[in-house]
């Protein structure tokens, strides 16, 4: 059985492991990540190699951040890894430190992947993954397949405006700064005289579900707008499945009341309205998806699945 070294690569750790080609993980560990830059970061991605080169893996698979074309290896934006930034050949500056395959995907791209192998979105023709955060990273599948875009951006949902003058692109809101997690903890927090910055997702969820009357109105709001932004994808896309991903996922109450919501808002839509309501249920995979999925890139790409 062939061995596989996965890393995922975050603003915080690097998360790597060595894994088998069922994605089952042999061995894992975390380093901070480098903040001194580009040098720091190789040699970190080197020194991983180097402690797993005499079990003979086969290739070095890899999640990150940014608008990445997963092809040739290449970095056109490194999200907040500042040195990833404005066109980094990652592929062949790690070509003379690590003498086996590399591949790399976007780590939100890697995470759909990974429900698209072994998750929620198995055998699913069409589909959306939101992972939900700081911001609305995400994927797009089309049939049975992830789709990159023509410019390896597509499913980058986080920009999309929800408000338009018409005039200037600097003065829209965009879908992220309504619907990530820290803006939902905030406006509760406000809402109900806490410091935001002590507030968290898990603190929120615990009042939703102690039944405090405003926690429970500032999650209806929040499923609210984020069912109107999936309302607009499905009428470009009409995609069977809906996955949600990020932590708060892990909230049964938040998939039980976007469904909820979202049921409500296609039985009013007109009848001459095509769009239907897409399944909804929470991404299988957390913490270990983006290690997951970038092994099924490599994979994928190897003609090896």
């Not at 698209?116 to 959306?128: E, I």
């Not at 405006?161 to 990530?180: E, F, K, L, V, Y």
Request: with cysteine; glycine share 10%.
């Amino acid at each position: 059985m062939s061995k596989y070294i996965s890393i995922d690569v975050g603003g915080t750790g690097i998360k790597y492991a060595l894994m088998d080609d069922t994605a089952a993980l042999l061995d894992q560990g975390e380093y901070p990540t480098p903040k001194e830059g580009l040098d720091a970061f190789l040699d970190l991605i080197t020194s991983i190699y180097d402690q797993y080169k005499d079990e003979h893996p086969e290739a070095l698979v890899m999640a990150a951040p940014g608008r990445i074309d997963s092809v040739n290896g290449y970095f056109y934006t490194g999200g907040a890894l500042m040195y990833l930034n404005g066109g980094v050949d990652l592929k062949g500056l790690l070509k003379d430190r690590i003498p086996i395959p590399f591949y790399v995907e976007n780590d939100a791209k890697a995470a759909a992947m990974a429900e698209l192998w072994k998750g929620a979105m198995q055998g699913v023709g069409s589909g959306l993954v939101l992972t939900i955060g700081t911001g609305i990273g995400g994927a797009v599948i089309i049939n049975g397949k992830l789709w990159k875009g023509n410019t390896f951006a597509a499913g980058e949902f986080s920009p999309i405006p929800t408000n338009w003058n018409g005039r200037t692109m600097a003065s829209h809101q965009a879908w992220s700064d309504i619907n990530c997690t820290s803006a939902m903890v905030r406006r509760h927090a406000l809402a109900t005289g806490q410091d935001p910055a002590q507030a968290n997702g898990r603190t929120f969820f615990e009042a939703v579900n102690n039944g405090d009357p405003q926690a429970i109105e500032e999650l209806e709001w929040f499923c609210e707008t984020l069912a109107t932004g999936l309302y607009g994808l499905q009428c470009a896309l009409d995609v069977e499945k809906v996955a949600i991903g990020g932590g708060i996922s892990r909230q049964p109450i938040l998939i039980e009341t976007l469904n909820q919501v979202m049921s409500r808002q296609y039985d009013r839509l007109p009848v001459y309205f095509p769009a239907s309501k897409p399944a909804v249920e929470a991404c299988h995979f957390s913490s270990d998806a983006n290690l997951i999925g970038a092994l099924y890139n490599y994979l994928e790409q190897t003609n090896q699945l």
